[in-house]
């Protein structure tokens, strides 16, 4: 791979030994999948933020690096966190996770990275722009970030973000390069999608059935940010789908070449299919919205279907701070709060100890959630739309 001058010196070790180690480990990635050059990113979003995935060796690893005065060089946003960084004890998280999950925001914090902790970076003041180089690394932004913005990022793991982040490039290589970025499936949608939880269940399915490849969608007609959202996070989840393109509605569509391609179908059965493999639970104990990180449109929906109702069990809705301040702002926590729900900011349900809190079974609308969360959190699931679920608590 081609190095400037620059370069070679960090190399060298000339701007000291984290630079030394990061970059050495951007060379590596750059070389094992054929990089030319290295190349600026715009920003950056790190992963591996919950103490429940990191845990000690992790946090000693950020501390370490926070110690030798390690900074970030662009704009750097943050994974969720396994809690709500200021409303925790209310929300009654364990005090020794929390303890933990706060060293972590202090390193974080001191090499300069933004602390807000989001899936949804951009919708909280980390937009990219068409075709913009970042290097991102939570699978439903980076499908979003690729396929609904066409900016362009790999799928990067926790220490390689960390390292664009510390170095301000990436090796040029991957979802960087437009041949790349060409569809290699056509997945026709012959069914209606009514509900957000059907864009889950349809990406459940797809990402299934294409893994890694780059599906090139005919027959969604009119899908909002919030349900292409929610697609992009079921493929990436189900399958490695970190871009799509929808005709019509995605900004590369027209651009890439899509004759001659394998073609699948998706009908009101596979649909169904889904939705049945999703639900593994009876009667939910919980029910956890906001899987992307909800936007304040998915917020202020919950507060108007939960306007004047009680609430016989918990219900939280994740978002990011800033998403929740507006919220605050527009009397939509307000309104959730009083039927007995909760915006819970910061968190990512899945990396939360909400097993530990004694949740067996949790309702949610996101295919991506339900995908995970047998695994992650032992749970059982119950997958439907947000009117189904917010009827099963009341
Ligand atoms: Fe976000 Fe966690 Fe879902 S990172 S997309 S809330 S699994």
């Known amino acids: 791979m081609y190095l400037t001058k620059e370069e070679e010196k960090i190399l060298n070790g000339e701007q000291g030994e984290v630079a030394e180690r990061m970059f050495r480990l951007l060379v590596q990635l750059g070389d094992i999948y054929g990089a030319d050059k290295m190349i600026p990113v715009g920003s950056v979003q790190v992963a591996g933020v919950s103490y429940k995935s990191i845990a000690d060796p992790g946090t000693e690893f950020l501390e370490d690096l926070a110690r030798k005065g390690a900074k970030v060089k662009v704009l750097t946003y943050l994974n969720p966190a396994g809690m709500d960084l200021e409303n925790w004890e209310t929300l009654k998280f364990p005090k020794e996770f929390a303890k933990n999950q706060l060293r972590i925001m202090d390193a974080f914090k001191s090499m300069g990275i933004v602390i807000t902790a989001t899936c949804t970076p951009y919708l909280a003041g980390n937009l990219p722009r068409f075709r913009e180089h970042i290097a991102w690394s939570e699978s439903s932004a980076i499908s979003f970030a690729n396929s609904v913005i066409g900016a362009r990022t790999n799928r990067e793991g926790g220490p390689s973000a960390l390292a664009a982040a510390l170095l301000g490039r990436t090796p040029n290589y991957g979802f960087h390069l437009w041949e790349n970025r ?15 939880a059907d864009y889950g269940a349809l990406g459940y399915h797809v990402g299934k059935q294409v893994k890694n490849k780059i599906p090139y969608f005919v027959g969604i007609k009119n899908a909002d940010t ?37 073609t699948i179908t998706v009908t009101k059965k596979e649909l169904d299919e889904a939705y049945a493999k999703l639900n593994t639970g009876k009667e939910p104990d919980i029910v956890i919205l906001g899987c992307p990180h909800a936007s304040l449109r998915e917020i202020s929906l919950v507060a108007e279907k939960l306007k004047g109702k009680h609430l016989r069990k918990p219900v939280w809705v994740c978002t990011s701070r800033m998403m929740k301040e507006a919220a605050d702002r527009m009397g939509f926590t307000d309104t959730i709060v009083k039927a007995g729900g909760q915006i819970v900011a910061d968190t990512c349900m899945v990396v939360s100890p909400i097993e530990d809190m004694g949740y067996k079974t949790t309702g949610v609308n996101s295919g991506k959630a339900g995908n995970y969360l047998p695994g992650f959190c032992k749970q059982n699931v119950c997958f439907a739309n947000l009117d189904k679920l917010l009827e099963a608590v009341q």
């Open 182 to 196: 060409q569809p290699s499936i056509k997945v026709k949608v012959e069914t209606e999608l009514t509900f957000d």
């Open 226 to 262: 919030d349900q292409l959202k929610s697609l992009g996070a079921a493929m990436a989840a189900s399958g490695a789908v970190a871009l799509y393109h929808v005709e019509g509605l995605t900004p590369e569509a027209d651009l890439v070449k899509k004759d001659n391609l394998e």
